[in-house]
């Protein structure tokens, strides 16, 4: 069974830092690309940052110079640093896994608040 958990989400004030956390069980994150998702109050789902197979990645425009997303395929995990973070940047923050012949995996989300 596919499971994705993420963890590390929480409150903070503007301009602080947190790091994001996604642990998966029964798919290898070595075959799949992996990628960050979020969505705000009132906002539709986005594209935050995802990482490929070929170690490529791409950021959406909002978060570019301030958020890395990585990876440790040993241990099935994908992470997000935010840095500079913004009020703008509230959100559940959602983790995502897509392997070849396979659908999309979520996970349950993790909150972000950002106080000002």
């Known amino acids: 069974q596919v499971q994705l958990v993420e963890s590390g989400g929480g409150l903070v004030q503007a301009g602080g830092s947190l790091r994001l956390s996604c642990v998966g069980t029964g798919i290898i994150f070595s075959r799949a690309a992996m990628a960050w998702y979020r969505q705000g109050p009132g906002k539709e789902r986005e594209l935050v940052a995802i990482?490929?197979?070929?170690?490529?990645?791409n950021y959406a425009d909002s978060v570019k110079g301030r958020f890395t997303i990585s990876r440790d395929n040993a241990k099935n995990t994908v992470y997000l640093q935010m840095n500079t973070l913004k009020p703008e940047d509230t959100a559940v923050y959602y983790c995502?896994?897509?392997?070849?012949?396979?659908?999309?995996?979520w996970g349950q989300g993790t909150q972000v608040t950002v106080s000002s």
């Open positions: 990482t490929r197979l070929d170690g490529s990645t």
């Open positions: 995502n896994a897509r392997a070849l012949f396979d659908r999309d995996r």
